[in-house]
C-alpha cells in the first residue's frame, strides 16, 4: 500500500514555496529525481477559476454531434447513455483526484501516478495521452474550417449593399484556418493552464448563446430551415456503435484533472468533489437541452455538427456559428498544454524509468527548456493544422478518439490506478475498489466494441450509408 503525500498542507508548509507558479512540467506530469528535497510549490487558482477550465475543457466539439447520437437511439436512450457517460466520468476524475494525493507535493500526474502503480507502461500511456489530445485539437480546427466561411457570407449579406459578392479567398475554407491559426498559435504557448482562466469564461459565454440558438430554433424556426425527419423515442440503428463514443468523447476533460489539482489554492478532497461535480452538472445540463432539441428540430435530417444543419442566412444564426467558433478557438490551447507535456516526457531520454523506489523517481526535473517549449508546441501547431487542412469528417474523427483516447483516460487509467494503489488498503472500502476495477474494464469493452466498428465503417462504407 502507498501511503498518501502531497494534499495541500493547511499549515505554513505550503508557504514555504520558492516558486510561486507551478509551472507545465509540474503540473502535469511530475517532476524528477535530482537528489535534492522536493521543493513545496503552492497553488493560486480559485475553486471558480478550477470549475471554468474545467468545464471549457468538457464542453467543445462533441456537443454539436449529440443531437446525432439522439438519432442513432431515440430520445430515451439518447438521454440515458449522456447520463451515464457523464456519471461514469465523474466517477472516474473522482478516483484520480484521490490518486492525485499519493503523488509528490503538487507534482501529480498520469506519469507520476504510473509510477506508483505501472511504472513499465509509463511511456505508452504519455503516448496514448498525447494521441488523444492531438486528435481532439484536429477537431476544433475541422470546426473551424467548416463553420467561417457561411458566418463571414452571412454577416457580409447582411451589411453590403445589394449585388456585392465577396472575394472567392473570404469564402475558402482553408484560408481562414489559416488565418484563425494566427490567433490561435501565440495561445498554445501559453505555460501555465491558469493563464487561460478568463478565456474560459468567454468561451461559456459562447455556449450559452448556442443553447439559445438551438431551443429557440426549435420553437420558433429559422426561415429555411427543412420540415423534420423521423424521430423516436426508441430507435436503435447500427450507427449507435459510432455515436455512443461521441457521447464520451464530449465528457473528456481527464487530460487537465491534475494541472487543475495542482495549481487549486487548497486542493482538498471536498474542493476537487465541487469542481468535479458541478463541471460535469453544468455540462451534461448543456448536452441534453443541446441534443433533446437539436433532435426534436431536425429528427433524422440532423447532420454531424448540429449548428451547420441550420439554414446559413440568418445573422442570429450566423452569430451562433461565430461563438461555436470562438468557443473552439478558446477550448484548442487546452488539448495542446497536456499534449506538449506528454511528447516531453516521451522524448526525453533522461526521462526514463529508473530501478529506484516509485516515490523517489518522478520525471520531468524542473521547468521545460524554452527551446523544448517552443519546438514541442509548433510541432503539435503546425500537425493539427495540416491534418485538419485536408480532413473533413468531423464525426469519424470524433468516434475514434471517443472510442480510443477517451475511453483510455476517462475508465481505463483512472480505474486501474485507483485500483492498484487502493488494493489492500483497509482504509478504502472493497465496494470502491471493485468498481474502479469495474470501470476500467467498461472503458476496455467500449474501446473494443466502438473501435472495431468504426474501423468495420472505415473498411466497408458503402454498407454503412
Same mark, same amino acid.
Given at each position: 500500500m502507498v501511503q498518501p503525500y502531497g494534499a495541500t498542507d493547511y499549515g505554513g508548509a505550503d508557504v514555504e514555496a520558492r516558486d510561486d507558479t507551478a509551472n507545465e512540467d509540474t503540473s502535469l506530469l511530475g517532476s524528477g529525481s535530482t537528489g535534492k528535497k522536493p521543493i513545496k510549490l503552492r497553488g493560486h487558482a480559485t475553486v471558480i477559476s478550477s470549475i471554468g477550465n474545467l468545464t471549457n475543457t468538457i464542453i467543445g466539439s462533441g456537443m454539436l454531434t449529440l443531437p446525432l447520437a439522439l438519432a442513432s437511439a431515440g430520445i430515451i436512450p439518447g438521454v440515458l447513455t449522456?447520463?451515464?457517460s457523464g456519471g461514469t466520468t465523474a466517477f472516474g476524475l473522482y478516483l484520480l483526484s484521490r490518486a492525485?494525493?499519493?503523488?509528490?507535493h503538487r507534482r501529480a500526474s498520469f506519469f507520476a501516478v504510473s509510477e506508483l502503480t505501472?511504472?513499465?507502461?509509463?511511456?505508452?500511456?504519455?503516448?496514448?495521452?498525447?494521441?488523444?489530445?492531438f486528435g481532439v485539437s484536429i477537431s476544433y480546427l475541422i470546426i473551424i474550417k467548416d463553420l467561417m466561411p457561411s458566418v463571414v457570407a452571412a454577416i457580409y449579406h447582411e451589411i453590403a449593399s445589394p449585388g456585392s459578392r465577396l472575394p472567392d479567398w473570404a469564402l475558402s475554407d482553408r484560408v481562414w484556418l489559416g488565418l484563425i491559426m494566427l490567433i490561435l498559435a501565440?495561445?498554445?504557448?501559453?505555460?501555465?493552464?491558469?493563464?487561460?482562466?478568463?478565456a474560459s469564461f468567454i468561451a461559456l459565454l459562447a455556449i450559452?448563446?448556442?443553447?439559445?440558438?438551438?431551443?429557440?430554433?426549435?420553437?420558433?424556426?429559422?426561415?429555411?430551415?427543412?420540415?423534420?425527419? *423521423? @424521430?423516436?423515442?426508441?430507435?436503435?440503428?447500427? =450507427? !449507435?456503435? &459510432?455515436?455512443?463514443?461521441?457521447? /464520451?468523447?464530449a465528457f473528456?476533460?481527464?487530460?487537465?484533472?491534475?494541472?487543475?489539482?495542482?495549481?487549486?489554492?487548497?486542493?482538498?478532497?471536498?474542493?476537487?468533489?465541487?469542481?468535479?461535480?458541478?463541471?460535469?452538472?453544468?455540462?451534461?445540463?448543456?448536452? *441534453? @437541452?443541446?441534443?433533446?432539441?437539436?433532435?426534436? =428540430? !431536425?429528427? &433524422?435530417?440532423?447532420?454531424?455538427? /448540429?449548428?451547420?444543419?441550420?439554414?446559413?442566412?440568418?445573422?442570429?444564426?450566423?452569430?451562433?456559428?461565430?461563438?461555436?467558433?470562438?468557443l473552439v478557438m478558446l477550448?484548442?490551447?487546452?488539448?495542446?498544454?497536456?499534449?506538449?507535456?506528454?511528447?516531453?516526457?516521451?522524448?526525453?531520454?533522461?526521462?526514463?524509468?529508473?530501478n529506484s523506489t516509485p516515490t523517489d523517481n518522478v520525471r520531468g526535473t524542473g521547468e521545460m527548456s524554452t527551446f523544448k517549449h517552443a519546438s514541442l508546441?509548433?510541432?503539435?501547431?503546425?500537425?493539427?493544422?495540416?491534418?485538419?487542412?485536408?480532413?473533413?469528417?468531423?464525426?469519424?474523427?470524433?468516434?475514434?478518439?471517443?472510442?480510443?483516447?477517451?475511453?483510455?483516460v476517462s475508465f481505463i487509467l483512472p480505474g486501474m490506478f485507483f485500483w492498484k494503489l487502493t488494493k489492500g488498503d483497509l482504509g478504502t472500502s472493497k465496494l470502491l475498489n471493485r468498481s474502479a476495477l469495474g470501470l476500467a474494464v467498461y472503458g476496455a469493452l467500449v474501446f473494443i466494441f466502438c473501435l472495431g466498428y468504426n474501423i468495420y465503417k472505415l473498411i466497408y462504407p458503402m454498407e454503412n450509408q
Open positions: 449522456c447520463i451515464i492525485a494525493a499519493k503523488a509528490p505501472y511504472p513499465e507502461a509509463a511511456i505508452l500511456l504519455d503516448a496514448a495521452i498525447a494521441i488523444k489530445c501565440p495561445l498554445s504557448f501559453l505555460r501555465r493552464l491558469d493563464s487561460l482562466r478568463h450559452v448563446y448556442l443553447v439559445v440558438v438551438v431551443v429557440y430554433g426549435y420553437f420558433y424556426p429559422v426561415k429555411g430551415t427543412p420540415e423534420p425527419g *423521423e @424521430i423516436h423515442l426508441i430507435h436503435f440503428t447500427p =450507427t !449507435f456503435l &459510432s455515436t455512443f463514443p461521441v457521447q /464520451i468523447f473528456t476533460c481527464a487530460q487537465n484533472l491534475f494541472p487543475i489539482y495542482n495549481e487549486l489554492a487548497l486542493n482538498n478532497q471536498s474542493r476537487m468533489n465541487v469542481i468535479i461535480g458541478t463541471s460535469i452538472g453544468v455540462s451534461l445540463g448543456i448536452y *441534453e @437541452i443541446i441534443g433533446v432539441f437539436g433532435y426534436l =428540430t !431536425f429528427g &433524422s435530417k440532423v447532420g454531424a455538427n /448540429i449548428i451547420s444543419s441550420y439554414p446559413s442566412n440568418s445573422i442570429f444564426i450566423a452569430v451562433g456559428r461565430l461563438a461555436v467558433a470562438i477550448s484548442y490551447p487546452m488539448e495542446v498544454y497536456p499534449c506538449r507535456n506528454c511528447l516531453d516526457k516521451i522524448f526525453s531520454p533522461s526521462n526514463q524509468v529508473s508546441t509548433t510541432g503539435i501547431v503546425l500537425g493539427s493544422f495540416a491534418t485538419s487542412y485536408f480532413v473533413y469528417n468531423l464525426e469519424m474523427v470524433l468516434s475514434i478518439v471517443g472510442a480510443t483516447g477517451s475511453t483510455m
